[in-house]
């Protein structure tokens, strides 16, 4: 294992101080070690998103649903969810080298290369998708809490939006923020208070 900003793999308090760059360095530096490292760990985060996806969407809609994966790293969760029956799922992740292990998966649509923030991501249009899946990425230096404003640009007016952080197959950290409407910018206070994160 070698690369950029190594203690900040798993040291999320390092990452503070660490610019976007740096960020997508080290995860560029960790393409090629990360499932290894992750399936050492016992991260199971993937696979609390396939169910909660497969409890929510019944198998005769999954293929026509409009998936982003968000963070999306090698993988893991794109995997799951083909495997599941979802075929429209496209990848976004800030590390090049990450979304090109994820190709070889042969899982994703498009491979998108860029951050989640409050920019706006001009390969995604308003209304893109019909649900955005995340593992792992609502920790420090990774996803802001201004990127919800992009995540409600990009999804259709019925929003689902799922999130595990760093679960394990003991823990029980899988939250949901399901909403029944398209929130505008003044609910995004409230959106952000809805989704709970561990």
Known sequence: MSGRHMDARHNYNLRRTMTPKQIADMFNDFADDYEEDTKVLGLCSHLRIGEYMAETYPEHLRAALQVLDVGAGTGYVGETLSELGFKRIDALDPAQ???????????????????????????????????????????????????????????????????????????DVVRMMPSSHKPDAGCLARLTDLLLVV
């Open 97 to 171: 080298k990450m979304l090109d292990v994820a190709k070889t998966k042969k899982v994703y649509r498009r491979l998108i290369c860029a951050f989640l923030n409050k920019n706006r991501i001009d390969e995604i249009e308003t209304d893109q998708y019909d649900c955005i899946t995340t593992a792992g990425a609502f920790n420090e230096g990774l996803i802001p809490v201004s990127a919800f404003q992009e995540m409600i640009r990009i999804v259709k007016p019925v929003l689902n939006t799922m999130t595990v952080d760093d679960a394990t197959k003991d823990d």
